[in-house]
């Protein structure tokens, strides 16, 4: 039998996120404690400069 995971669960307490601290600010991080200081564009999470770093770049396609 499994001790001190209380009622909930195992995963329980990682279910929230916590609440943002600041809602306008652009959300890219290092992963650290630096966070970009730009304003977020729109209702986006990232400001113009980092909306679109995880899109795929197209590649010129290789030939055979």
């Given at each position: 039998?499994a001790?001190?995971?209380?009622?909930?669960?195992?995963?329980?307490?990682?279910?929230?996120?916590?609440?943002?601290p600041?809602p306008?600010?652009?959300?890219r991080?290092?992963g650290?404690?630096w966070?970009?200081?730009r304003e977020?564009?729109?209702?986006?999470?990232?400001?113009?400069?980092?909306?679109?770093?995880g899109?795929?770049?197209?590649?010129k396609?290789v030939?055979p």
């Amino acid at each position: 039998y499994a001790v001190g995971w209380g009622l909930y669960g195992a995963g329980a307490q990682y279910a929230r996120k916590p609440e943002d601290p600041e809602p306008g600010r652009c959300r890219r991080t290092d992963g650290k404690k630096w966070r970009c200081s730009r304003e977020a564009y729109g209702e986006s999470k990232y400001c113009d400069r980092h909306m679109h770093r995880g899109k795929n770049r197209s590649r010129k396609p290789v030939e055979p």
